[in-house]
């Protein structure tokens, strides 16, 4: 796994997000890159199937794409304290605690 550190420049995919976010996340271009690479793989198990595989290696490749997806969403949430979060205590924010509060219940069901 390439942890590459990117620096916080704008480029035309993301220059519209970060402005309605507002914040620099150093990791956007890593989750695009893994969301990516998660796609590609579920496209191959989708093929594996189709292509009647054995039943155990289709689960092996299922569990790493959920182990990949998994990384993604704490790649997010590593994002989101870093700099949301953050800002959000800096400025008395609570919603923003309360918001988080939620989405990490859910994630981590
Ligand atoms: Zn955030």
Redesign the pocket.
């Known amino acids: 796994m390439e942890e590459k550190k990117i620096n916080p420049q704008p480029n035309p995919d993301t220059t519209s997000a970060e402005i309605s976010?507002q914040?620099t996340?150093q990791h956007t271009h890593a989750v695009l890159n893994r969301m990516s690479r998660a796609i590609g793989h579920m496209e191959a198990v989708k093929r594996m199937v189709e292509d009647g595989r054995d039943c155990s290696e289709v689960l092996i490749q299922i569990a790493a794409v959920r182990s990949a997806i998994n990384n993604i969403g704490k790649l997010i949430l590593e994002?989101?304290i870093s700099?949301?979060i953050v800002d959000a205590v800096e400025h008395g924010d609570h919603q923003a605690l309360e918001d988080l509060k939620i989405a990490i219940e859910q994630f981590v069901k």
């Open positions: 976010h914040h996340h994002d989101h700099h949301c």
